[in-house]
């Protein structure tokens, strides 16, 4: 058995061709940033691989370390890099804006927060277009909860299992995953609901997700009708009759979680429990920091793809492509409830914000990022489907356009979590082979994949070749 996985390896797959230069390297050695690292940097800020990558600069879906080592990001700055490192009409934008102006704060008008409210707003159906400019995901997500209370008059908010909205004080309440939590008080008036987890969760089938790839659960639903879907949302109900009050300020949910590895839901489950959330007074809020900009694919925003219209919808990531910026878009009823009383934020919607979100907007549309995320994603999709076909370890592989998770099992029987030394050295021989994978799940036993949305196919062939080789060696070493 062990010379069959031998024989089956192959040699290093060989990188995609890329004609840009990185500057060499000048800054302090290796050695002296580590030192520094260990001195002057706050140990939360934990770091990926054994030996820290050292990165100096980026090229679109490249990025290159301190000895000019190329690497095809499959992670993109944790689903920030929208439209490519340093993406040339991003880089003028803002190049010629910081020549201009960069800060005034809201008491002034200036034109470039009229022009990208304009035009973000015009991506969004209606009623859904006064935009309030931030700095983060989670100081959006953060708004959002304090819009919908004010708003509602209620307190309590539901957010999934296994959400991730935030690690602010307040938005933890609503992020469900251990590993986040810290023992302080948080999360007064927030309640988690069972995740609607059809590959994990107790129940799901052959045909209950929004994705090119499946589970392999068995499945005896007949046409238009998922036994998930209806066991899940009696569970969504019984949240809602015993865990909060009987009016409450509102429901948050990511199209597709993104920390926890592009988990979806049954097709529509959402559909059903906006209306449920509507009936008890609250407002829906769906957080597109990672699904928003065209990632799916099939479409521009993560919530059309259930068919369902929030009443408030948080951005950040990829809108503006790696410079911190966030957003929240809303209605004009609910956003007057925070126009009662003085809410100021001094640095968002600054003129060089505004002008690299514009920049990233265009450079969606001209790049045609959206169609791209739709082929290449769905293209990448089944060519790691058949990797769960060939190996046992792979549970899972799901997701839509440029989001996507592979789950890793003992087995897909029990779908026990691989064990995060098995995770590990596979991760990190992906890595040496040139290719980097986020991490994320409960267990941290899924691989995340969503790169900058200007991938290529021959970039998904290199990818999926080392992501094999890693999983052969992996056999290998078990043989």
């Given at each position: 058995?062990?010379?069959?996985?031998?024989?089956?390896?192959?040699?290093?797959?060989?990188?995609?061709?890329?004609?840009?230069?990185?500057?060499?390297?000048?800054?302090?050695?290796?050695?002296?940033?580590?030192?520094?690292?260990?001195?002057?940097?706050?140990?939360?800020?934990?770091?990926?691989?054994?030996?820290?990558?050292?990165?100096?600069?980026?090229?679109?879906?490249?990025?290159?370390?301190?000895?000019?080592?190329?690497?095809?990001?499959?992670?993109?700055?944790?689903?920030?890099?929208?439209?490519?490192?340093?993406?040339?009409?991003?880089?003028?934008?803002?190049q010629k804006q910081l020549a201009?102006?960069?800060?005034?704060?809201?008491?002034?008008?200036?034109?470039?927060?009229?022009?990208?409210?304009?035009?973000?707003?015009?991506?969004?159906?209606?009623?859904?277009?006064?935009?309030?400019?931030?700095?983060?995901?989670?100081?959006?997500?953060?708004?959002?909860?304090?819009?919908?209370?004010?708003?509602?008059?209620?307190?309590?908010?539901?957010?999934?299992?296994?959400?991730?909205?935030?690690?602010?004080?307040?938005?933890?309440?609503?992020?469900?995953?251990?590993?986040?939590?810290?023992?302080?008080?948080?999360?007064?008036?927030?309640?988690?609901?069972?995740?609607?987890?059809?590959?994990?969760?107790?129940?799901?089938?052959?045909?209950?997700?929004?994705?090119?790839?499946?589970?392999?659960?068995?499945?005896?639903?007949?046409?238009?009708?998922?036994?998930?879907?209806?066991?899940?949302?009696?569970?969504?109900?019984?949240?809602?009759?015993?865990?909060?009050?009987?009016?409450?300020?509102?429901?948050?949910?990511?199209?597709?979680?993104?920390?926890?590895?592009?988990?979806?839901?049954?097709?529509?489950?959402?559909?059903?429990?906006?209306?449920?959330?509507?009936?008890?007074?609250?407002?829906?809020?769906?957080?597109?920091?990672?699904?928003?900009?065209?990632?799916?694919?099939?479409?521009?925003?993560?919530?059309?793809?259930?068919?369902?219209?929030?009443?408030?919808?948080?951005?950040?990531?990829?809108?503006?492509?790696?410079?911190?910026?966030?957003?929240?878009?809303?209605?004009?009823?609910?956003?007057?409830?925070?126009?009662?009383?003085?809410?100021?934020?001094?640095?968002?919607?600054?003129?060089?914000?505004?002008?690299?979100?514009?920049?990233?907007?265009?450079?969606?549309?001209?790049?045609?990022?959206?169609?791209?995320?739709?082929?290449?994603?769905?293209?990448?999709?089944?060519?790691?489907?058949?990797?769960?076909?060939?190996?046992?370890?792979?549970?899972?592989?799901?997701?839509?356009?440029?989001?996507?998770?592979?789950?890793?099992?003992?087995?897909?029987?029990?779908?026990?979590?691989l064990p995060a030394e098995e995770?590990?050295?596979?991760?990190?021989?992906?890595?040496?082979?040139?290719?980097?994978?986020?991490?994320?799940?409960?267990?941290?036993?899924?691989?995340?994949?969503?790169?900058?949305?200007?991938?290529?196919?021959?970039?998904?062939?290199?990818?999926?070749?080392?992501?094999?080789?890693?999983?052969?060696?992996?056999?290998?070493?078990?043989?």
């Open positions: 058995r062990q010379q069959q996985w031998k024989s089956t390896v192959s040699t290093h797959p060989k990188m995609p061709p890329c004609d840009f230069v990185p500057e060499k390297y000048k800054s302090y050695p290796y050695e002296h940033i580590q030192k520094i690292r260990e001195q002057n940097i706050s140990p939360s800020l934990r770091m990926y691989y054994k030996k820290p990558l050292l990165l100096h600069q980026g090229h679109m879906q490249w990025l290159f370390d301190y000895e000019g080592r190329r690497y095809l990001d499959l992670f993109a700055g944790i689903v920030t890099i929208s439209v490519g490192h340093c993406h040339p009409k991003v880089t003028v934008a803002t201009r102006l960069w800060h005034t704060t809201n008491i002034y008008m200036h034109p470039s927060i009229h022009e990208y409210a304009e035009k973000l707003a015009s991506l969004f159906p209606d009623p859904l277009k006064v935009v309030f400019l931030t700095n983060s995901g989670s100081e959006a997500n953060d708004l959002a909860m304090f819009m919908a209370r004010l708003h509602t008059h209620n307190f309590d908010i539901i957010s999934f299992r296994g959400s991730y909205h935030g690690c602010s004080p307040y938005t933890l309440g609503l992020t469900s995953i251990g590993p986040y939590k810290h023992g302080v008080a948080n999360g007064f008036g927030c309640s988690t609901t069972m995740l609607p987890d059809v590959f994990r969760g107790p129940w799901g089938g052959r045909h209950c997700r929004d994705s090119p790839v499946q589970t392999l659960r068995k499945c005896s639903c007949s046409k238009g009708v998922c036994h998930a879907n209806n066991q899940y949302i009696e569970q969504f109900k019984d949240t809602l009759n015993t865990s909060v009050p009987k009016t409450i300020a509102g429901f948050i949910a990511e199209p597709i979680q993104g920390v926890n590895g592009a988990v979806q839901y049954p097709r529509s489950f959402l559909k059903e429990a906006y209306q449920l959330v509507q009936e008890r007074g609250g407002v829906c809020i769906s957080d597109e920091v990672q699904t928003g900009f065209g990632r799916t694919g099939s479409h521009f925003w993560g919530f059309q793809t259930h068919d369902v219209v929030p009443d408030i919808v948080t951005l950040a990531k990829g809108i503006g492509n790696g410079f911190p910026m966030a957003a929240v878009v809303t209605t004009k009823e609910i956003a007057n409830s925070l126009a009662q009383n003085l809410h100021f934020n001094t640095f968002g919607g600054s003129p060089l914000a505004c002008v690299v979100g514009a920049a990233v907007l265009d450079a969606i549309e001209e790049d045609g990022l959206q169609k791209n995320s739709r082929d290449v994603g769905t293209y990448m999709l089944l060519e790691l489907a058949k990797l769960r076909d060939k190996f046992e370890i792979v549970g899972d592989v799901r997701g839509k356009g440029l989001m996507i998770g592979v789950e890793m099992v003992t087995d897909k029987h029990s779908r026990h979590p995770i590990n050295q596979i991760w990190e021989d992906c890595k040496d082979m040139g290719v980097l994978l986020g991490r994320g799940g409960l267990y941290n036993q899924t691989f995340r994949i969503k790169p900058p949305m200007c991938i290529t196919k021959k970039d998904v062939d290199f990818a999926v070749e080392v992501f094999h080789t890693a999983l052969q060696r992996h056999m290998e070493r078990a043989a």
